[in-house]
């Protein structure tokens, strides 16, 4: 039976201790790759700065990028969700009022409002993700197709959220940051719509993930895998929770799911 196998990158294919694609996830990935199962990537992250999973990118037949506000395969693209233009003003005065970063994503590029020492510290030392077009200004970002928008707001604080999220679709991966996308726009309904694209049936996807942003695709999936690194809210949505990335989590989950020997 292929089987469709969605993997987060932050965390899940990518260790955040060494920013590389451990030695046995590789191993495990080609091995899947090999055995004829359809391998996907299922990210918050922009599709031009994905090609940090290196040599295992052209193992993948297809991504969910944005939290599932892009999908595309290497010929045709899946879906294109943007933001409408009034969250998008919002969101953005909100950032300057209150002087807090806000990166707002377009097809080919990631805009900052305010750069901030926290933003550095997450973007740069964390997820070492080094393209941001720092220094924009509200008429780069209003008005424009925006996909996704991440306010640098910590968990404890959602005014600005209640006041928008009956509009939007909100997922938190990070305590420094929210990511904002269209209603109904997450990874969950990212990973259906690819799964049809490929005549897969969900009962037979299997999605694996760490964050907050990676439960409604661990929910969604006929299985869902937690790595032993993920948030509590990431381990509730699961199925099964495997080893830490950084302890071959990956290539022991496929193997106990039978995917691989």
């Given at each position: ?93 909100d950032a300057l009022l209150h002087g807090y970063s806000c990166i707002a994503v377009t097809d080919e590029n990631m805009y900052v409002i305010n750069d ?64 904002i996308t269209a209603r109904g726009t997450d990874k969950g309904n990212g990973i259906a719509l690819m799964a049809k694209h490929f005549g897969i049936p ?60």
């Open positions: 039976m292929t089987r469709a196998l969605f993997f987060d990158i932050d965390g899940t294919l990518l260790s955040f201790q060494t920013h590389t694609v451990p030695d046995s996830t590789r191993r495990a990935l080609v091995e899947a790759k090999r055995l004829g199962h359809k391998l996907f990537i299922a990210t918050g992250r922009p599709p031009h700065i994905i090609g940090s999973v290196g040599s295992v990118l052209d193992l993948f037949d297809g991504f969910v990028t944005i939290n599932g506000a892009y999908c595309f395969t290497p010929t045709e693209v899946i879906s294109h969700d943007i933001l409408p233009h009034s969250i998008v003003q919002t969101v953005v005065d901030t020492n926290i933003l550095r510290l997450t973007f740069e030392q964390q997820l070492n993700i080094r393209v941001l077009q720092y220094g924009a200004k509200k008429e780069d970002i209003v008005g424009k197709k925006v996909l996704q928008l991440t306010p640098f707001i910590p968990a404890t604080d959602d005014s600005l959220l209640s006041t928008i999220e009956a509009e939007c679709s909100v997922g938190r991966w990070h305590p420094a940051f929210v990511d969900i009962a037979h996807t299997i999605a694996f993930g760490d964050g907050g942003n990676d439960a409604p695709m661990l929910l969604r999936a006929g299985l869902g895998v937690a790595m032993g690194n993920s948030s509590d809210t990431t381990k509730a949505a699961a199925d099964y929770i495997t080893t830490d990335i950084d302890d071959n989590g990956i290539e022991k989950a496929l193997k106990h799911l039978k995917i691989i020997n």
